[in-house]
Each structure stands twice: as structure tokens, then as C-alpha cells.
């Protein structure tokens, strides 16, 4: 239903503007001059609004409806099962809103939890199949009353121009802010579920204990403290994010500088675009390679010379990442370069440098804290990559710092645990504390790169 509401609001705003627009041109005749605004204007003024308001309107009271259904839905299950552990009572949750959508659930606790988690899924699926029909209908309602509204306001001293403006610089301003309010969500999503987590494990089992098995517990109702130590994960993360590094700085940063200072236009041509193609590859395409091609190779080499390599080795997956970041490096240092302003590079000549003495002494530490941003966007990229580690490094939790040996990371483990058998809602706290620990460290990283590069920054006439 929501999509055919969807339809129906994108349908009256395209007719609202046809309407607005001949409207217009008919107000003015033959000569339209005498109207404030071009009909055009008048047509995507009303278009516009039609459109502002209806989705508006279905986006905002879809979510409250959403948001209202799931409360309701939880003081029902209270009702009904406030006997059992809270972890129990999510799962129960979890798949009363499979079963309505017809998704697959995992086998009941016992036939009392059977019984209710079918009860709620009834009560869902009545309640979601209202609110779609409820929330449409006002939706495509008020989108007809906004066009018949701007419709009646044509007219020719109707200033259409100069309210469409506005309405595209709010749209604009919106835009601007949902970077802003979607990072806060972020932060005080994050914030919420993991200071409920730390509420029953203590953080110091938490940050500095070595044996990670999260859903040990799960099906008791409960979770083993433990079994959450999170070392092996944040090793394995920056482990794997180090050889990425090794691999990706240097033949990055090596070849900004060649196709900077070096190349000739031809061999720039064709170079860069070539180059940055590898930006655009899968990351799955990646992990293929890693672990069909890569892994493999490590490994016989490694056992050539008496090594005992695992057939998913941190090795494979951190060198196919650095090769998958060079891309990322190397344009923007590339770009950093190029923007050295070329007076200096001449007087650099002037007193007799070389062009190695040039690039090492003037031009890199010019352009330092725009290599700087480069590395830090490849170091967030290697630490948020997910599927070459799932396929070349394997998932378990292993505490070593051999990248001959299978590790896996901290983004792999939050998929492993909202996308497993276990529902998210189960596996919520240690998904959210190992979310927020990342964005923590990864905030801090950034705080002192920025202090780095405030330090090292120069301006240049």
C-alpha cells in the first residue's frame, strides 16, 4: 500500500504541474509579460508542494505509526510473557514480526512462547495493514488539497518565482542538516544500547577479555561476561587494516607523485582513469579474489619455504584491501600535488634542487595535510570493509598478531551477529557496544590526525 500511495502522490504533483503551468498560460494569453512569473514556475511551484507535502506526510506518520505499532506491541507481549527473561521476550518479538511478514523464524522456546509469539504476529499484521491503509490515504489527501490550493493562487501578479525559490532553498537547508541530525541519531542510537548492555557486562570484560562467543548464552536468556571479550576483534581489525596500509601508502603515494611530476600527459591519460577503476570493483569481486586467488598463493608460498600458512590468512585479506584502497590514495594525493602552486616547484629549481629534491623537500611537505586526509579516508575504509575479511580472513576469533593465521574483525562480528540465526534484536547489545567502541577509537584517531595536520599546515601565496 505504501508504495501505491507513493505512486499516487508522484502522479497528482506531475499533474499539478502540467495544470499550474497551462493554468498560467492562460491567465496570461498572448501576452506573458504580464504575468510576475513564467508559467513554468507556477507549474514546479505546485508540483513541488504536492510532492513536499504528500511524501512529507507519508514519511512522518509512517514512522510514528511504525514506532507506535512496535510500542503497543511490546506492553501486549508484557502482558503476556512478563514471566520470561528479557532476552526471551525480544526473541519472541523478533518472530512475531517474521511471521507476519512471512519471513522464516527459529524453532519456539517451548509451546507457551509458541502461542504468543503467533498471538502478537496476528495483532501486527492488523495493525501494520491499518496503518498502511490510514497513513496513505491522509498522504494522497492532503497531496490533493495542496494542489488545488496552489492551483487557486495562480494569478498574474501570484509572485511563483519567488515562492518556488524559497521552497527549494528549505528544501536545500534540509539536505544540508540531514548529515548533522542523521550522525546524532547515530550517536545516541549507539549510546542507548550499549549503555543497556554495559548495565549487565562490565566494561573492563568487555575491553580487555579474550574470548569472544557473544550468543553462547543467548538461548539460556541470558549472556555469558565471559564470553565477550572483544581483543581478539580489535587485533584482528588492526592487524588487518596495517597490511592494507603497508600495501596502499606507499604504491599509492608513489603513484600520485609519478603521475604528478613524472608522467607525461599521454601516460597521465590514460594512467589515472586506469588507476581509478579500481575504485569501482566490488568488494565482493575482491574477496573472490582474495580467497580463490591470493590465499591459495600465500599459502603455497609460505609452504615452499617451510611456513604453516592457514588457508584464510590475514595476510590475503589485508594485501587484496591495500590493493583495494590504492585508488583512494593515490587520487587524492594526486590532487593534493597537482595543487602545489607551481611557483614553488620553480624557485625550488632556481637554486639548484632536483626534481627529487623538490617533490621529498618542498612539494610533500606542502601538500601534507591533504595526504594526510588521503591515508586517514583509506585507514576508515579498511577498517569499515566487511566482505573480503568474511572471505579471505575468515570469522573466527582468534587473539594473534601472525598474519599468517585466520582473524576476523570488529565489522564482520556486528554482521555476524544482526544477520545470523539470532535476530538483531537478540544480538543487540554486543553489535551496538562493539559499534560504539569502533566509532569511539575512530573519532580519536581522527582528533589526533586533525591536530597533526593543523600542526604541519602551511599557506602558500
Known amino acids: 500500500m505504501f508504495e501505491i500511495s507513493a505512486f499516487l502522490i508522484v502522479a497528482v504533483s506531475l499533474i499539478a504541474f502540467f495544470v499550474g503551468r497551462n493554468r498560467a498560460r492562460l491567465i496570461g494569453g498572448n501576452n506573458a509579460s504580464v504575468l510576475h512569473s513564467l508559467p513554468s514556475y507556477h507549474g514546479l511551484y505546485s508540483g513541488v508542494c504536492c510532492f513536499i507535502a504528500g511524501a512529507s506526510c507519508l514519511l512522518l506518520f509512517g514512522l510514528l505509526a511504525s514506532y507506535w505499532i512496535d510500542f503497543s506491541l511490546s506492553n501486549a507481549l508484557l502482558d503476556d510473557a512478563r514471566q520470561l527473561p528479557e532476552l526471551q521476550q525480544e526473541r519472541i518479538l523478533s518472530d512475531a514480526r517474521a511471521i507476519a511478514n512471512n519471513q522464516i523464524v527459529s524453532a519456539a522456546l517451548n509451546e507457551r512462547a509458541n502461542e504468543i509469539r503467533h498471538s502478537l504476529a496476528k495483532t501486527y499484521s492488523t495493525w501494520h495493514s491499518l496503518r498502511n491503509w490510514v497513513v496513505g490515504g491522509i498522504s494522497f489527501s492532503l497531496a490533493l488539497l495542496v494542489f488545488f490550493t496552489t492551483n487557486r493562487q495562480i494569478s498574474q501578479r501570484f509572485r511563483a518565482r519567488n515562492r518556488f525559490e524559497r521552497v527549494v532553498e528549505a528544501v536545500l537547508l534540509i539536505s544540508a542538516s540531514i548529515a548533522v541530525l542523521t550522525t546524532i541519531g547515530i550517536v545516541f542510537s549507539l549510546i542507548g544500547e550499549t549503555v543497556r548492555f554495559f548495565s549487565e557486562i562490565p566494561l573492563h570484560k568487555f575491553l580487555f577479555g579474550t574470548h569472544w562467543s557473544p550468543l553462547s548464552g543467548v538461548f539460556e536468556g541470558k549472556i555469558n561476561s565471559e564470553s565477550v571479550g572483544a581483543i581478539p576483534l580489535f587485533a584482528g581489525t588492526l592487524l588487518i587494516t596495517f597490511i592494507a596500509m603497508i600495501v596502499a601508502v606507499p604504491v599509492g603515494l608513489m603513484a600520485a607523485i609519478y603521475l604528478s611530476d613524472y608522467a607525461s600527459n599521454t601516460t597521465r591519460a590514460w594512467a589515472k582513469p586506469l588507476l581509478e577503476l579500481l575504485a569501482g570493483i566490488p568488494t565482493v569481486v575482491y574477496g573472490f579474489f582474495a580467497a580463490i586467488t591470493v590465499a591459495p598463493l600465500i599459502r603455497s608460498l609460505g609452504e615452499s619455504i617451510g611456513l604453516n600458512v592457514a588457508s584464510e590468512s590475514a595476510l590475503a585479506a589485508g594485501v587484496v584491501m591495500g590493493i583495494m584502497i590504492i585508488?583512494?590514495?593515490?587520487?587524492?594525493?594526486?590532487?593534493?600535488?597537482?595543487?602545489?602552486?607551481?611557483?614553488?616547484?620553480?624557485?625550488?629549481?632556481?637554486?639548484?634542487?632536483?626534481?627529487?629534491?623538490?617533490?621529498?623537500?618542498?612539494?610533500?611537505?606542502?601538500?601534507?595535510?591533504?595526504?594526510?586526509?588521503?591515508?586517514?579516508?583509506?585507514?576508515?575504509?579498511?577498517?569499515?570493509?566487511?566482505?573480503?575479511?568474511?572471505?579471505?580472513?575468515?570469522?573466527?576469533?582468534?587473539?594473534?598478531?601472525?598474519?599468517?593465521?585466520?582473524?576476523?574483525?570488529?565489522?564482520?562480528q556486528i554482521v555476524a551477529l544482526i544477520t545470523g540465526d539470532t535476530e538483531a534484536d537478540t544480538a543487540a547489545g554486543p553489535a551496538f557496544a562493539l559499534g560504539f567502541t569502533l566509532f569511539c577509537v575512530t573519532l580519536m584517531f581522527n582528533v589526533i590526525a586533525l591536530r597533526l595536520v593543523q600542526k604541519y599546515r602551511q599557506r602558500y601565496d
Open 327 to 412: 585508488p583512494f590514495i593515490s587520487s587524492l594525493s594526486d590532487d593534493v600535488i597537482n595543487a602545489v602552486p607551481q611557483s614553488l616547484r620553480d624557485g625550488s629549481y632556481g637554486l639548484g634542487a632536483t626534481k627529487a629534491e623538490t617533490i621529498i623537500k618542498v612539494i610533500l611537505p606542502a601538500a601534507l595535510p591533504g595526504i594526510v586526509s588521503a591515508v586517514l579516508l583509506g585507514i576508515s575504509r579498511a577498517i569499515g570493509e566487511t566482505m573480503i575479511v568474511v572471505m579471505a580472513a575468515g570469522q573466527g576469533a582468534n587473539l594473534t598478531w601472525s598474519p599468517l593465521e585466520a582473524v576476523t574483525t570488529v565489522t564482520v
